[in-house]
């Protein structure tokens, strides 16, 4: 399948979404799972859904965390204040 379409079939439209898109098709087989260690607002994992591979997201802050969570429809897990 070529790139274009996918990012055509998702609605993405240069600068949403296009990059996270390339990455996650071309560099995680189907059965694969993604692992996104700055997370923000949660796009790679979006894209990540929607092109139906596991993914895993991390993030510190707290509001892009919340922002991800909405974004995405998923809980999330707390694991505590960090510590410094």
């Known amino acids: 399948m070529r790139y274009g379409r996918v990012l055509h079939r998702l609605g993405c439209r240069g600068g949403d979404g296009s990059v996270p898109i390339l990455m996650t ?9 993604v692992f996104d260690p700055f997370t923000g ?3 790679t994992l979006m894209v990540s859904r ?15 965390c919340a922002l991800a969570v909405d974004r995405i429809g998923q809980p999330v897990f707390d694991f505590g204040e960090a510590s410094a």
């Open 25 to 33: 098709a071309s560099g995680c087989p189907p059965d694969g799972t």
């Open 41 to 43: 607002s949660g796009t």
């Open 50 to 64: 929607h092109l139906m591979r596991k993914s895993i997201g991390v993030e510190l802050n707290a509001d892009y």
